[in-house]
């Protein structure tokens, strides 16, 4: 009778096991699925700044040039020098961050790097900024909208390129296949002369302002790359304030290097001439390089959050999703002519984006399955 008893017991207890350990799962496949949703959300939300900010500044950027604006630096200034305005958000951070903190007793305490390390970081993407704003902004000189966005396209190439050797990034057919077509795309442009629309320039500019956008294409690709290699090696750390460091820090450098460049240049000295001259009027011609300056910065809060929430390679993935935007919006606002060449490289740009989303979905879907 005793025997039976324990036995008894003993199945219950067994049982109790059983359905603790399937109530720790069923929590566990929930908290996932939320903490699923919260990302996707996230990106979302970083998405819908990097596309309107990236549109619009690209817009506002050609109608300076359109409307009378001719100076390089200050094109390239005021794609950096916006950032002041994201000073207030660190107040929305530390006040989260301290509501976090008060709330989580199981605090992982990581070795912030050394103020030396940090300084070097900061200070050489800046300086790679700079150069990389420079060049984007003669090859919009030089380039119709259109033109300009489509070989812009080429930097998930270069992204990709440099995330093989510095992200460990893999490279599976559909992604190979996303970087033929992206390459395909930007080189037909090579047998494209923006000679009407929102530009008139020679064959020798043309190529001067083809060549300068590849090359920025090249170096936003190596920027994007080394900004994740920062984000795991040398900050570890994945919080919105870590973000607008990123941003700052790296935008003042970027700031003072233009302003050398500036004077130096003597554009400074033309400045108040080219205002005076500014088709739209004294006002507006601030008012566009005000825009021009927000818009860069809401640009950078959406391609630094999807680095830290995904990757390099997906925040450029997700700036190609804007090629189709833009030059539509050229051919509206600045009558940019889409000729044959320009559709043709457009589809096979989208089809290397739509390639590069589907092995991202396939990548989603076994690390579910992996879960499950």
């Known amino acids: 009778m005793g025997e039976a008893t324990e036995i008894q017991l003993q199945i219950l207890d067994e049982n109790k096991l059983d359905e603790n350990s399937a109530e720790r799962k069923t929590n566990g496949i929930m908290s996932q699925s939320k903490r699923s949703y919260k990302w996707w959300l996230l990106v ?13 500044a690209t817009l506002l950027g050609r109608l300076y040039y359109d409307k009378g604006g001719n100076s390089k630096w200050l094109a390239t200034l005021v794609q950096v ?4 305005i994201l000073i207030p958000l660190y107040y929305l951070s530390s006040y989260k961050s301290s509501n976090h903190n ?8 990581i070795n912030p790097p050394s103020v030396l390390l940090l300084s070097g970081m900061y200070s050489g993407l800046g300086v790679l900024l700079a ?12 380039l119709s909208v259109s033109t300009y966005s489509i070989i812009c396209a080429s930097q998930l190439a270069f992204n990709a390129l440099f995330s093989f050797f510095l992200n460990s990034q893999k490279f599976t057919p559909f992604i190979i296949n996303s970087l033929v077509l992206l390459t395909i795309s930007s080189a037909l442009l090579v047998f494209q002369n923006d000679s009407s629309g929102s530009t008139s320039v020679s064959k020798g500019k043309y190529v001067i302002g083809f060549v300068c956008t590849v090359a920025a294409s090249a170096g936003y690709g190596l ?18 304030k870590i973000v607008l460091d990123m941003i700052v820090y790296q935008s003042l450098v970027a700031t003072l290097v233009i302003f050398v460049g500036l004077f130096i240049s003597g554009e400074s000295g033309n400045l108040g001439r080219e205002m005076e001259g500014f088709k739209m009027g004294k ?10 300056a927000i818009g860069w910065q809401v640009f950078s809060i959406g391609a630094v959050g999807l680095i830290m929430e995904a990757s390099s390679l997906f925040s450029n993935v997700i700036g190609t999703l804007g090629l189709p935007i833009v030059p539509v919006f050229a051919m509206v606002f600045f009558h940019d002519p889409m000729t044959g060449i320009k559709v043709i490289s457009m589809v096979l740009a989208i089809w290397g984006f739509v390639s590069y989303v589907y092995q991202h979905y396939l990548d989603d879907r076994k690390s579910e399955t992996g879960r499950v």
């Open 131 to 142: 150069a990389d704003c420079l060049l984007y902004s003669v090859g919009l000189l030089y």
């Open 44 to 56: 979302a939300i970083y998405t819908l700044f990097l596309l309107a900010g990236q549109s619009t």
């Open 283 to 292: 006002s507006s011609y601030v008012n566009v390089l005000v825009c021009i």
């Open 81 to 84: 020098a916006g950032f002041p």
């Open 223 to 240: 920027m994007m790359s080394l900004t994740q290699f920062c984000f795991q090696k040398i900050l570890k750390k994945e919080t919105f």
């Open 102 to 109: 008060t709330n989580n007793s199981n605090i992982i305490i």
